[in-house]
């Protein structure tokens, strides 16, 4: 049944469906929380993690494999058993940091060569070096490798890039079908997900769409938004592409977004997000509530004994008020950064949970419109 999506339902452009894996069925849409280093960053565990409803763990392959080596977590069993998780992990393909790493690489046919933002050390990472990293730390999803283009790149450059991204994905299926047949293998069910690419060009985006449907993959990501476009321009790619990419698989939007963007992408059919918002956010007292976010570091809140949300169910609202949370905020006690980033993750997972239930009753656009429209209300 691995790799097995099945679509449940459709409401508007919204899906209902849920992925079977080897690790577990993920029901979507879906939220995957970010940990980076095998970590979610403000001191929360795996075990976290079951209570606040998460489903999906997502992971970096570059930094794992700068730190503390991809041999190494596959020498103890690799990423579930390293880290303690046994439900769904899935890993980028180290894409990403072709972009965001811009100072420290060049990029040939062959693959991309790093210099590593830790000691300085050479890395050269190509399709194949992506696809074994990745099954050496045995995720349940692996993404295929890319480059991430800027959203305002030339358009020739674009056009170079998303037919180079397409090459790279016919070496990652190869790859990946060679390593999911080797006895060592940890991991032989390992799914793959491939990209689409194109920044802002519509037409570039559709044909890169077209190409990669045909490739017969375990699901399709749309890449490189979020990256300095505006919102709308965002949502017109995400509409004008997501038509062109299989509805019988999972289509993930990669790094979006604010709770807003996840809404109107569920809205065109998305059903995989991953963002860092949440946690980032968490660590710096911004917290996120059906009537808005909130500065917890705010002196409005140094006498208010309410929790962050009323009636929210997550271990920081069940137990502590907003005054003692903006307490150990302000004396720098990671107990408060831990405490806003177990709430905001709550929250996403907790939203996802009562999109999955507007989709079902068939009412999504109704609960969307509402839901934005509070979220935008006077803060509390």
């Not at 970096?60 to 046994?86: A, C, E, I, S």
């Not at 397409?166 to 997900?193: G, P, V, Y």
Request: glycine share 8%.
């Amino acid at each position: 049944m691995s790799g097995i999506y099945k679509l449940l339902k459709k409401d508007g452009g919204a899906k209902r469906g849920e992925l079977h894996t080897v690790h577990g069925v993920i029901q979507t849409p879906v939220f995957m929380n970010v940990g980076t280093v095998a970590a979610i960053k403000g001191a929360v565990s795996t075990e976290d993690l079951k209570t606040i409803g998460t489903q999906v763990e997502l992971s970096n392959t570059y930094h794992l494999h700068v730190r503390p080596g991809d041999q190494v977590v596959k020498k103890l069993g690799g990423l579930h058993r390293f880290m303690n998780w046994d439900r769904p992990i899935l890993t980028d393909s180290g894409g990403f940091q072709v972009f965001s790493l811009a100072s420290l690489r060049r990029i040939k046919e062959e693959g991309v060569y790093f210099q590593s933002h830790i000691d300085g050390r050479k890395i050269f990472m190509g399709p194949e070096e992506s696809m074994q990293i990745q099954s050496n730390l045995a995720s349940t999803i692996a993404m295929a490798f890319d480059e991430c283009p800027s959203s305002v790149a030339e358009r020739s450059y674009v056009q170079a890039s998303v037919e180079r991204t397409t090459r790279w994905l016919a070496r990652c299926k190869t790859e990946m079908a060679r390593l999911n047949s080797l006895e060592d293998t940890i991991n032989k069910h390992q799914l793959l997900f491939g990209i689409n690419q194109g920044a802002i060009y519509d037409d570039i985006r559709i044909d890169h769409a077209k190409r990669i449907a045909e490739m017969e993959l375990d699901g399709y990501a749309l890449g490189g938004l979020a990256v300095g476009e505006s919102h709308e321009e965002m949502y017109r790619i995400i509409e004008s592409t997501v038509p062109y990419l299989p509805e019988d698989k999972p289509t993930y939007l990669m790094g979006v977004g604010t709770p807003a963007n996840i809404l109107e992408a569920v809205d065109r059919g998305v059903d995989f997000f991953d963002c860092v918002y949440p946690s980032r956010n968490g660590r710096h007292g911004h917290v996120y509530t059906n009537d808005g976010k909130l500065n917890l570091f705010n002196a409005k809140y140094e006498l208010d004994d309410r929790p962050i949300e009323e009636g929210c169910q997550c271990p920081a609202c069940r137990h502590y008020s907003r005054a003692y949370i903006r307490h150990l905020l302000k004396a720098k006690e990671m107990l408060g950064m831990r405490l806003c980033v177990l709430h905001n993750l709550y929250f996403y997972n907790h939203m996802m949970e009562e999109i999955r239930s507007a989709i079902d009753a068939g009412r999504y656009k109704e609960y969307k419109r509402a839901k934005i429209d509070r979220m935008n209300g006077p803060e509390q």
